[in-house]
């Protein structure tokens, strides 16, 4: 069983370049199915989701290929519309071929996704989105049959921000004749690469990064060519292992600009963070100071996906801080993990408080992507060594963790007992 083997309690210093946004290229790799022909998608990174949606798409009759981090997907031989039921439970992010498989073939079908470790998952604003556009969905032994003739534009709003049914009306919508328009539209970055790409393949949408997304449907759709930006929760993972360790570190073709509220926090916490033409430079010397309370929200706001990273930089430091999360209900349960290390955490409810002192190494076990990565920092902070288990969960969304933060000067390798 492999583990991370991490040496904590010294200061970090080297550069790292960060690698293509997984939250982009999942619904990119998805809107390939909307055209006939080969797509060309760069800068997509090599996880175990992109790996997953790559073989939904081979198990639909597309010829997928991979040169680096160049991956090129022919529907020229494209059939069927179920997604595996393996796959569906393996990755959430699967429930985002459903909109474009509708939108191509008039059909999706598969089983319910699974909850995961930070709590249900439910899906019910894609399904309102696709039956307001003309499709009919039936949940027939806990499969789910999309349907639609003719899909049709609409305006309509979803009563929350939801990133993924936002990507999902979008891909549907090419499908739907005349035009949608789309309030309440989640803004998140990923998103406005989303639109990217399918500009890309001749599709009429705008809008994205605003509440309000419009897309012109049913036009002929060709296949897109286009460059996955880079990760915005994998920039914060490595800003905020630096600020945890303390030290130095360039983060090359990472752009703060996308993670405003975690540049805030951290430089409030003591840091000093610069964005510069080609690259984002992190410096922390001082101790670390509380940061007050932290609330997640949707994007703009204090991204959940950073707040596991933060507690781990925030349990290192000193003083007492609170972070508040909003969009998961099961989103601590990391903290049990850091207590190991001798963090002092408590959560009730939606709210855990903070008080920062000095960690030890521990013996830790990772229950979810960014859950994983909070551990891996706050080791890189601890005295003494840790190990890492569950590195399975960190796979997904990290081409190579240990070796990216080895780059930046830490002392952490992957080791099988
Ligand atoms: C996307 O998930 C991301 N995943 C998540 O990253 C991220 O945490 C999340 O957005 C929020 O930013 C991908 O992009 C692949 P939501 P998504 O729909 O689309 C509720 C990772 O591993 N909700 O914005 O699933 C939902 O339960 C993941 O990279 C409904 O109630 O997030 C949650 O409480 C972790 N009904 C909230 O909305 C629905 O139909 C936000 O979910 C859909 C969502």
Not at 29 to 55: Q, R, W, Y
Not at 81 to 108: E, H, I, K, N, T
Not at 367 to 391: E, W, Y
Request: charged letters at 20%; a neutral charge; hydrophobic letters at 40%.
């Amino acid at each position: 069983m492999e583990y991370y083997a991490v040496r904590g309690g010294h200061p970090l210093e080297g550069a790292v370049a960060v690698h293509g946004a997984k939250n982009s290229a999942l619904p990119i790799l998805a809107a390939a199915l909307l055209a006939e022909g080969e797509s060309v998608i760069h800068n997509c990174p090599d996880l175990t989701d992109t790996a997953g949606a790559l073989e939904i798409l081979t198990s639909l009759g597309c010829r997928v290929t991979r040169e680096g981090r160049t991956v090129r997907v022919d529907t020229t031989c494209r059939q069927g519309w179920a997604v595996p039921d393996r796959l569906m439970g393996q990755m959430r992010a699967s429930v985002l071929f459903l909109g474009s498989l509708l939108a191509r073939s008039g059909r999706a079908e598969a089983c319910w996704p699974g909850g995961c470790a930070l709590g249900s998952r439910p899906i019910d604003l894609h399904i309102r989105a696709f039956q307001a556009l003309g499709a009919q969905v039936l949940d027939r032994e806990g499969r789910l049959f999309c349907r639609a003739d003719r899909l049709r534009g609409r305006h309509l709003a979803l009563p929350f921000p939801s990133v993924g049914a936002t990507e999902n009306t979008m891909l549907a919508a090419c499908g739907a004749e005349g035009v949608t328009i789309l309030d309440n539209a989640a803004r998140e970055p990923e998103i406005t690469d989303l639109q990217g790409f399918l500009r890309s393949m001749g599709a009429e949408v705008s809008g994205a990064g605003t509440s309000q997304i419009r897309i012109r449907g049913g036009l002929p759709l060709h296949p897109g060519s286009y460059t996955v930006m880079a990760d915005r929760i994998v920039t914060a993972t490595y800003l905020c292992a630096v600020a945890a360790a303390g030290g130095e570190g360039e983060l090359l073709g990472a752009d703060g600009t996308m993670l405003a509220p975690v540049v805030d926090t951290l430089r409030l916490a003591g840091c000093q963070v610069e964005q510069r033409p080609d690259r984002l430079w992190i410096c922390r010397k001082d101790p670390l100071q509380p940061v007050g309370t932290v609330i997640t929200g949707p994007y703009p706001a204090f991204p959940t996906d950073a707040q596991p990273l933060l507690a781990a930089v925030l349990a290192a430091g000193q003083g007492e801080s609170r972070i508040v999360e909003t969009i998961f209900d099961q989103r601590f349960r990391y903290t049990q993990e850091l207590k190991k290390m001798g963090a002092a955490i408590s959560v009730e409810g939606s709210a855990a408080r903070i008080t920062g002192r000095p960690l030890r190494g521990a013996q830790v076990e990772a229950a979810d992507l960014r859950g994983g990565a909070a551990l891996v920092i706050a080791a890189l902070a601890a005295a003494g060594d840790s190990r890492i288990h569950g590195l399975e969960h960190l796979d997904r969304g990290y081409e190579s963790l240990d070796q990216d933060l080895a780059a930046l000067g830490a002392g952490i390798q992957r080791t099988t007992r």
